[in-house]
């Protein structure tokens, strides 16, 4: 018992405050993130939207997306890491309270695309601020305590937007836009004043280096993100149709659907740091990715077997381990591949890769779940993703990260 405390213990060892604070605010703004896990419910249950449709809203989603992390980047390289995610979060208030007024197809969509732009603007710049404000030696782990503040976030977000929807499902996007408020007010309290740890080096104080790359012309990096965006477009299928699996197959509710994906959140905040801690020196990052790439396929692959709810439950605790074995490394992977001025155009990219699938994933996943069910659905997915180990096995090797 002793040596597992101690191995909790040192996980944490040698994380800077800044990189806390950065997770107490991403915890407080996910505690709010209820749209997500809920809107394909939402359109389906509530406005009576079709399955094409519900796709081709998401797609919108997913295109806002790309905008917005190609945008945040480039802001972010020019404005500074504080200025961009204050303005995103501050944007994205109003816009989140107007959202249930838009109930056609017509101008929901237009809406969503605008709503996730503003959004995401934000991950960029927040992925820098983790590198900027973390010990180089500890950038993966000060990742893995961001996303573990996500994925506490998650888990109490669902399970809380649940209940909220069993009343009105307005009050998700009402929950969502305090989320945001409360989350900004705390990341410009702590914030505007603090210095990074990692701050860019003034051209004029540093003797003249070799040209940096460009993110969007790196062969390798550009090769790694369409891995990374086919990664996606199976793994994403957890925020889509999975929701809609739950409801349509087993006939769960809105509060039970939101403590089964609050159980991954849950899962990852208990386990991920100490995971991470562990193989992140007994493994090399292709090793880690590769295998956490698989056993994200193993997870919608089990679902094609029905052994009722635990099942469900067992499914969603692999599906957890692969993204917690796979996700904080790309992360490392993009921001080690930068150089020194030009980390949002990397973190940019990189968040561009996930933004993609978005725009793809929703809508293949409803065309195939509405034509030819499920169970293909699940197997197109974990194909998917064991396409995308097999990449990251042969493009990592050439990094050389």
């Known amino acids: 018992m002793k040596s597992i405390f101690q191995v909790y213990i040192n996980s944490y060892k040698g994380l800077s405050p800044a990189a806390w604070l950065l997770a107490l605010v991403m915890l407080i703004n996910r505690t709010g993130s ?15 939207f079709s399955k094409t449709q519900i796709g081709l809203v998401l ?19 020019r404005f500074g890491s504080f200025k961009v995610q204050a303005m995103s979060q501050i944007a994205v208030i109003p816009l989140f309270l107007i959202l249930p007024g838009f109930r056609t197809f017509e101008t929901l969509a237009p809406m969503i695309f605008l709503l996730t732009m503003v959004a995401d603007i934000f991950r960029p710049a927040n992925s820098v601020s983790v590198a900027r404000y973390a010990k180089p030696e500890n950038i993966t782990r000060a990742y893995s305590l961001n996303r573990m503040a996500v994925n506490l976030g998650f888990s109490i977000g669902p399970a809380l937007g649940g209940f909220l929807a069993s009343i009105s499902y307005n009050w998700i996007f ?24 990692q701050a860019p ?10 040209k940096e790359r460009n ?69 090399s990052v292709r090793q880690v990715m590769v295998w956490g ?76 779940a509405e034509h030819f069910g499920y169970s293909v659905l699940w197997t197109v997915a974990g194909t998917t993703l064991l396409t995308a180990s097999l990449g990251f096995y042969w493009i990592i090797s050439r990094m050389k990260v």
């Open 34 to 48: 209820m749209v997500i896990p809920f809107l394909g419910m939402y359109m389906s249950s509530e406005l009576g």
């Open 59 to 77: 797609g919108c989603f997913g295109l806002g997306s790309v905008c917005g992390s190609w945008f945040g980047g480039w802001l972010t390289d």
């Open 174 to 197: 009402y929950g969502n836009a305090l989320g945001a408020a409360v989350a900004v007010f705390v990341f410009i309290y702590f914030f505007r004043n603090r210095t990074q740890n």
């Open 201 to 210: 080096i003034k051209a004029e104080e540093t003797k003249p280096k070799p």
């Open 215 to 283: 993110a969007y012309t790196d062969g390798l990096f550009v090769i790694f993100n369409i891995l990374c965006c086919i990664f996606s477009m199976g793994f994403l299928q957890l925020l889509s149709t999975l929701p809609l699996f739950y409801k349509d197959v087993y006939a769960l509710d809105a509060g039970q659907i939101g403590l089964l994906l609050g159980f991954s959140g849950f899962v990852i905040v208990i386990f991920e740091m100490v995971l991470v801690h562990f193989v992140e020196h007994r493994f």
């Open 293 to 368: 790439t698989a056993i994200t396929a193993l997870s919608y692959f089990m679902l094609n077997v029905d052994f009722g709810i635990i099942w469900l439950y067992m499914a969603m605790f692999i599906l957890s381990t692969g993204e917690m074995l796979t996700l904080p490394f790309m992360a490392t992977i993009s921001i080690k591949r930068a150089g020194l001025h030009n980390q949002g155009a990397y973190m940019g990219f990189n968040s561009l890769a996930f933004a993609a699938a978005n725009i793809f994933s929703p809508y293949c996943g409803t065309y195939l």
